[in-house]
């Protein structure tokens, strides 16, 4: 909640006016029963209508303030909840796109999804009816027992006999609420996740006929979240019977205490009249204060869900102790730039003198991630500024998780990631990320323009994203749309090839012409003549780029300056081409079987 606090804080001089005019409202409210109390009493005896009228007016007049001053604060409530909500939920947002991936994956992105989404409106909710009903249903309360305490002593004592029962009631419920409301989010995080899978991979499960299979999956998921919700909801149904139960039990007895006090001449039927409008007044207090009570329960549920993301700091943290210069030292004059210690590298370089002037370095890198034994162990190479490197190896043998820690998605276990000489844990994350130009495996296209997708709100000009979709081979695409670059495209590519939608994600990876060039199996969807035309335009216009190619095919790598033959997360070749087919079995299998003896003649 400390947090929460930080988000309402500028807002408590906007919602002390909502309290005070709401206050004002609540007021007039208490004052109907007594005015109407009086008329019965004191002025319908006298006969005097003129008198009645007037007390009649003055009735009419505080309802009509009483339905203005709730009217306008609960608008105002309302309008500042919106307010608080959108700020926090900016900043979680923003704070989920800073967690680091290992953070991500401790969470996953269903439980972030709905800690942005779901648990963002109980906060909301929260916000607003704690305005609405905070001040309200306490004065209503506390002025309603007051008034009937000055009106009726005797019979108040009833009241008052209830109270601690419904404070016990109300105590143990929101005690046993939050737990459960934090229980039913876990429930909608799987919910989520469950449905993101399905959405994602609904033309797989279309084409392998298993609609049956994941609607009953589904249902597993969603009977989950309403047993939970149930059970939730069963448990605070509980509350508004039982305080009904009170109540009315209680207003029985001031029935039956009142007839007899007017009979014995003690007090008058006005008064019993108030009295009963006072306890429906007090009986709807207490029913709102625990309905308040179910919304706090939910709402500190989730806040404290959203808190734990938004405390969550550190990982990123630059470590300054290292070498680095002000600026992240990458920036400037790092061509020259000396590995710490060339003799470790001198047995396992790529490249001949790459010791000397090292643009990427991986040196003697493990990693694994959070809680399993699946990673990398000891990965080692070095790249001069414009070389090119390829990745090769079976499914799940590391090679993403190469490209994942070279841009600092996740942190080495021991070793070091240099670009430049420097550390990528020294370099700040803006000045780190302006070097890549990237390409992931599942990429996403945005449900924008051909523009946009490439341009990616860098502010490219027409020209920069010509050119790149020239070098991508992307430009029949858009040639083929009378829009051209204005062609919109769906969201996922949806309207477009795998191929083209490949050829859209190279260009934008190299509209900001990168110093380095990241493609995770990027090109699987082109054909054998495009990949070729696609690493030549690299060659030829991105020649002081750094490229990693990350493939499954053969072709698109056998022409790099160095080749990693990745297999279980350590590498078990590396070299040329050349060298590799002479050296490494595994790579010669990979050859022979996707090129045979022609693999100069296809790439
Ligand atoms: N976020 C993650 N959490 C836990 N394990 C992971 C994670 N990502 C990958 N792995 C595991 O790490 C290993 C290496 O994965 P990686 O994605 O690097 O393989 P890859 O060679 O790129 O495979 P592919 O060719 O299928 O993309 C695999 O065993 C994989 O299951």
């Not at 909640?1 to 007021?27: E, Q």
Request: proline share 3%; with cysteine.
């Amino acid at each position: 909640m400390r947090k929460l606090l930080a988000y309402i804080r500028p807002y408590a001089g906007k919602m002390s006016v909502v309290f005070i005019i709401k206050f004002i409202g609540t007021i007039m409210d208490l004052f109907l029963p007594w005015i109407l109390a009086f008329i019965i009493d004191s002025v319908i005896p006298r006969k005097d209508v003129t008198l009645i009228l007037w007390y009649g007016s003055a009735m009419v007049v505080c309802s009509f303030v009483a339905w203005t001053c709730n009217v306008i604060p609960n608008r105002k409530a309302s309008w500042i909840a919106t307010r608080i909500t959108r700020s926090l939920r900016h900043d979680l947002f923003s704070r989920v796109l800073a967690l680091s991936a290992a953070q991500a994956d401790v969470y996953g992105s269903p439980s972030l999804i709905s800690r942005v989404s779901s648990d963002t409106y109980n906060v909301h909710e929260m916000v607003a009816k704690m305005q609405r009903l905070g001040v309200r249903a306490p004065i209503l309360l506390i002025g309603g027992m007051a008034i009937t305490l000055s009106l009726e002593p005797v019979l108040t004592l009833i009241l008052i006999a209830l109270m601690p029962l419904i404070g016990i009631v109300v105590y143990a419920i929101s005690r046993r609420g939050i737990p459960l409301y934090t229980v039913v989010q876990k429930k909608v995080d799987a919910l989520v996740r469950a449905v993101r899978s399905d959405i994602t991979g609904i033309r797989v499960i279309k084409a392998l006929s298993k609609m049956e299979y994941e609607k009953e999956r589904f249902s597993v998921v969603n009977k989950d979240v309403t047993d939970a919700e149930r059970h939730a909801a069963h448990v605070m149904a509980v509350t508004n019977p039982l305080m009904n139960l009170f109540l009315n039990l209680g207003l029985t007895l001031v029935v039956l205490f009142g007839a007899w006090r007017v009979n014995d001449g003690l007090t008058e039927p006005g008064r019993i009249i108030a009295f009963l409008s006072y306890f429906t007044i007090i009986l709807t207090a207490m029913l709102s204060i625990t309905r308040m009570f179910v919304i706090l329960s939910k709402g500190i549920a989730s806040a404290r869900r959203i808190e734990e993301i938004m405390d969550m700091e550190g990982e990123r943290k630059q470590e300054k102790s290292r070498t680095m210069n002000t600026d992240g030292g990458i920036t400037k004059g790092m061509d020259d730039a000396q590995m710490d210690n060339g003799e470790v590298y001198s047995e396992k370089t790529l490249v001949e003198g790459s010791a000397e002037k090292a643009h990427v370095v991986f040196n003697d890198v493990s990693f694994f991630y959070p809680r399993t034994t699946a990673g990398v162990r000891n990965v080692s190479f070095a790249l001069k500024k414009g070389q090119t490197l390829g990745i090769i190896g079976a499914t799940g043998s590391g090679k993403s998780t190469v490209v994942k820690l070279l841009l600092r998605l996740y942190d080495v276990n021991s070793g070091s990631v240099r670009i430049n000489g420097v550390d990528v844990r020294d370099i700040p994350d803006d000045v780190l990320y302006e070097q890549f130009g990237v390409v992931f495996q599942n990429d996403f296209i945005l449900a924008d323009t051909i523009r946009e997708n490439i341009s990616f709100g860098r502010d490219l000009d027409d020209q920069a994203i010509l050119c790149a979709a020239e070098i991508a081979q992307a430009t029949p695409i858009i040639a083929g749309h009378p829009e051209g670059l204005d062609y919109r495209l769906a969201i996922m590519g949806a309207n477009i090839s795998g191929g083209q939608k490949q050829r859209i994600l190279i260009a934008r990876a190299l509209a900001a012409q990168p110093a380095i060039l990241v493609m995770d199996d990027a090109m699987s969807a082109l054909d054998y003549r495009t990949d070729a035309l696609v690493r030549g335009g690299i060659a030829r216009s991105l020649a002081e780029t750094t490229t990693i190619i990350v493939a499954q095919r053969i072709s698109s790598i056998m022409h790099a300056d160095h080749i990693l033959v990745m297999e279980d997360g350590q590498v078990i070749g590396s070299g040329t081409h050349g060298h590799l087919v002479a050296t490494c079995e595994v790579y010669r299998d990979i050859s022979s079987s996707q090129i045979g003896g022609q693999d100069e003649k296809r790439a």
